[in-house]
């Protein structure tokens, strides 16, 4: 990042301070330094702004992570394997992969195999969407989750929509 900095400073001081034209040796600027200017401002900018998306990132889907056992579950992305074995249309949504017991998700009744689709009204459709959603909705007293689940295994009709209600924590 520094050696943009410094490109992009070289750029404007070669922009502020004229040369000499070795024909008629009057000072002008060259069109090519506005250009220079231009290109190391959008790559310094590019860059940071690649740094940060990088570095939220990576952290959202830990946060998130943590948030979720902190919530009572163990989730994950829907990537395409878990798309598949659980014949999904997208591969959209976070698994749940574990409840764990005396949790406010568990008293709730979210299951196993669960793919949450939304918190409060708002679409989950990743990680970063879950880590938001739940951060705030774990602020509130009463939360909604809104999951696809799989049916019992005699039943025929296959996977259902549900809602849960989730109350306050008691101690």
């Not at 090519?32 to 702004?49: D, E, K, N």
């Amino acid at each position: 990042m520094s050696r943009l900095f410094s490109l992009l400073l070289y750029a404007i001081s070669y922009q502020l301070f004229p040369r000499r034209d070795t024909n008629d040796g009057r000072l002008k600027r060259t069109t090519w330094g506005w250009t220079i200017c231009l290109i190391s401002a959008l790559l310094a900018v590019a860059t940071a702004v690649a740094q940060a998306e990088a570095q939220s990132g990576e952290m959202m889907e830990e946060e998130a992570s943590r948030l979720g056992e902190e919530f009572g579950i163990v989730v994950g992305a829907v990537d395409e394997a878990i798309q598949k074995e659980l014949h999904l249309e997208r591969p959209q949504g976070v698994a749940v992969f574990e409840v764990i017991g005396n949790s406010r998700a568990d008293y709730a009744g979210i299951k196993v195999r669960s793919v949450i689709k939304e918190i409060n009204k708002q679409e989950i459709r990743n990680m970063g969407d879950f880590g938001r959603a739940i951060k705030k909705a774990m602020k509130e007293c009463n939360v909604t989750v809104g999951t696809y689940e799989p049916a019992d295994p005699g039943d025929p009709v296959g996977w259902g929509v549900n809602f849960h209600f989730v109350g306050c924590k008691r101690d």
